[in-house]
């Protein structure tokens, strides 16, 4: 039974040759508006550097404005990044009026932004498929994104934003 443990340790670590995708934000766009709550669509650019395809599963991720956090969730990613290539990412914000009131988005100016977290991502074969299943390994690409809204008065663009570093 110890050698069966000690094989599966094995394999395990042997499906790290996959390098975690890279992020960055391609844009961010106000998508509604009530008295409660703004709410930002951000859309990231995913890059895949890998010989094979890295379905992305769950996101779970924060957005800090103004050096409050303003939010936390997590969501299906429901893409998969292709191999050598780049995948669109969307993930929404709900901004509550009670911590960033929604005429803030209205007045000229800049905000700065991160958005941060991780996204969970499956690597190729058939054991890291059970294994990512059976909750044993779940590898995760880390969100580490920041930039400036520009405020033009109703949407938001980014500004210098930056890559996210990937673990």
């Known amino acids: ?82 191999r050598f290539g780049r995948q669109r990412l969307e993930l929404p914000v709900v901004v509550p009026a009670s911590l960033v009131p929604a005429e803030r988005f209205d007045q000229a100016g800049e905000m700065p932004y991160v958005l941060g977290g991780e996204v969970e991502y499956q690597t190729p074969g058939r054991l890291a498929e059970f294994l990512f299943d059976i909750n044993l390994r779940r590898p995760t690409a880390a969100l580490g994104l920041t930039g400036t809204l520009n405020l033009p008065g109703g949407t938001a663009m980014p500004s210098g934003a930056s890559d996210a570093v990937s673990n």
């Open 1 to 82: 039974m110890l050698a069966l443990g000690l094989s599966l340790v094995g394999l395990v670590s042997g499906c790290s040759g996959v390098r975690a995708p890279g992020f960055r934000v391609v844009s961010v766009t106000e998508t509604e508006r009530s008295a409660e709550a703004v709410v930002l669509g951000f859309t990231l650019e995913v890059e895949n550097t890998n010989d094979v395809a890295l379905p992305l599963e769950r996101a779970s991720y924060s957005l800090t404005l103004d050096g409050q956090r303003v939010f936390r969730g997590s969501r299906v990613a429901g893409v998969t990044a292709p």
